[in-house]
């Protein structure tokens, strides 16, 4: 009986060996599966952090990009809208120095009319 108790120590001492060792590989797995989950979370968290940026900048190029767009568009309806005011202008000072002449032939011919008739008068009075 002392050889078979013998043997189970033994094999009891072994199997505490052997039981010992898996819990340490599976510590040392464990150990190693929560560094690489970390790895890859801060890997996560820094390309998540590099989108994010460049989402801002990429918002903001378009953002500016639409910008100078609208400026742009807004400048020439400016410098179209001055123009057809200017046209607009030229043309009242046109049409209103075409009223004048006429208003001025109107007057030169009433007033040679005028003369006519004064002279007329004149002569008829003298003579």
């Not at 001492?13 to 340490?24: A, L």
């Not at 890859?40 to 989108?51: G, M």
Request: charge should be neutral; avoid cysteine; aromatic fraction near 4%.
């Amino acid at each position: 009986m002392e050889i078979i108790s013998y043997r189970n120590m033994i094999y009891s001492t072994y199997i505490v060996s052997i039981s010992e060792t898996v819990v340490v590989e599976l510590a040392k797995e464990a150990v190693e599966a929560i560094r690489r989950a970390e790895q890859e979370a801060d890997q996560i968290v820094k390309d998540a952090s590099a989108k994010g940026a460049k989402m801002i900048a990429d918002a903001k190029n378009e953002a500016n990009g639409r910008y100078e767009k609208r400026i742009s568009e807004a400048r020439e309806k400016a410098r179209i809208d001055l123009e057809a005011a200017g046209q607009q202008g030229a043309d009242l000072i046109t049409k209103t120095l075409r009223q004048a002449e006429k208003e001025t032939e109107s007057l030169r011919k009433s007033a040679e009319k005028k003369e006519q008739t004064a002279i007329q008068w004149i002569l008829s009075n003298i003579l």
